[in-house]
């Protein structure tokens, strides 16, 4: 049964693109979202603990509700907003999770979600989103495609745009996952999560942080799409050359918000080749028996990839971010 929703009567921080959330703002975006997602589990595999030299506590979002963590910020999003602001219906653009999350989080408040996808996205993620009753409108697999097909439905519908992670709400939302993941285990060395636009990374940062300053956190990032690394080394946000990498999730550079939180509390980001990001999927299927996507192996594959960053012997906590990929049986 859908749980009732009372919805504020302003929504102060919609739309800010200065101020980031708090743990206070973490902390109440995870009751306002509570009732509606899953309380993810945190698995530990002995096997991958023995291979790797480390004692690493895997935090499921895979498990979480539409198959990855954006169903947390897109639940907190909605939850915010004034019946003024829901009137029309919410939108954004995203090439599959963000939009499964939005379109699902949109029909449990009972408005409408248009939602805005490049033609290449994943197929399994396409279905998703019909699926949770979002209204598709494709484009090119560009930004500038995405921005300009969003703009010309919000000026037909006069929807209410949710971004799919340069926006307070959703990271406060993300960051959730991470307070879940910190009252179950409060004494880990090192807390990852993968880097793309960078909400989870943000939330996770912040809460993480707050809640434990001694706490090293780390991103893994695809070395085929290395913008958010160069962004952090540069100290300016730096534009993603066309990115190649099987971690479709992870294809979008920094936006404001997200480059200034990933500025204040990342300690670094570890890059990961292609090859590895396979290894370490593969690996979490076999030694787990459960299936992440490509983007959830990153953490672990840059882990992998980076053997000399001091990261052994240590309690690692690991973002899984998803579960959405197709699988082909032939």
């Given at each position: ?8 009567a302003?929504s102060?921080?919609s739309?800010?693109?200065t101020?980031?959330?708090?743990l206070?703002?973490i902390?109440?975006a ?6 509606f997602?899953h309380?993810t589990?945190v698995?530990?595999?002995s096997s991958i603990?023995q291979?790797?030299?480390?004692e690493?506590y895997?935090k499921?979002?895979n498990?979480?509700?539409v198959g990855?963590?954006k169903?947390?910020?897109?639940t ?7 019946p ?12 599959g999770n963000?939009?499964?999350a939005l ?5 449990n408040?009972?408005?409408p979600?248009?939602?805005?996808m ?10 998703a ?7 598709i409108s ?9 921005e300009s097909?969003m703009?010309?439905v919000q000026?037909?519908t ?8 340069n926006r ?6 993300q960051?959730t ?8 285990y409060?004494d ?6 993968p880097?793309?636009?960078g909400g989870?990374l943000?939330g996770?940062a912040i809460a993480a942080?707050s ?5 090293t ?9 290395d913008?958010?690394?160069?962004s952090?080394?540069a100290?300016s946000?730096q534009e993603a050359?066309?990115p ?9 550079s920094?936006?404001?918000l997200?480059?200034k939180?990933i500025n ?5 980001i ?6 590895i990001i396979?290894?370490a999927?593969r690996l979490?299927?076999?030694r787990?028996k459960?299936?992440i996507?490509?983007?959830s ?6 882990l992998?990839?980076?053997?000399d960053?001091?990261?052994k ?6 973002i899984l971010s ?9």
């Open positions: 049964m859908t749980p009732n929703i009372n919805f504020p302003t102060s921080m739309g800010n693109l101020l980031l959330p708090t206070v703002d902390f109440n995870h009751s306002r979202i509570k009732p997602i309380r589990p698995f530990t595999s603990n291979i790797l030299g480390a690493f895997f499921c979002e498990f979480q509700k990855a963590f169903f947390r910020g897109a907190n999003a909605v939850l915010s907003l004034s003024q602001e829901l009137a029309c219906g919410v939108g954004t653009h995203s090439s963000h939009a499964a379109a699902l989080a949109a029909r408040a009972g408005v979600a248009y939602i805005v490049p033609g290449t996205a994943p197929e399994i993620k396409k279905i989103v019909a699926g949770y009753g979002g209204i494709y484009c090119e697999p560009t930004l500038e495609a995405r097909m703009a010309k000026m037909e006069g929807c209410t745009f949710i971004h799919p992670f307070f709400e959703i990271i406060a939302g960051g996952a991470a307070v879940e993941l910190l009252e179950d409060p880990l060395d090192i807390i990852m999560a880097v793309g636009g989870l943000s996770t942080k809640m434990n300053p001694d706490i956190v780390w991103a893994g990032e695809p070395e085929n799409a913008d958010a690394f160069r952090l080394s100290g946000i050359v066309p190649n990498t099987i971690a479709d999730g992870l294809l979008t920094l936006g404001s997200t480059f939180a204040n509390h990342v300690n670094s570890l890059l990961c080749p292609e090859v396979t290894q999927m979490v299927w076999e787990m459960i299936i996507e490509p983007s192996a990153v953490p672990l594959g840059s992998m990839s980076n053997p960053k001091g990261w012997n240590k309690k690692i906590g690991i998803g579960g959405n990929c197709h699988i082909a049986l032939t």
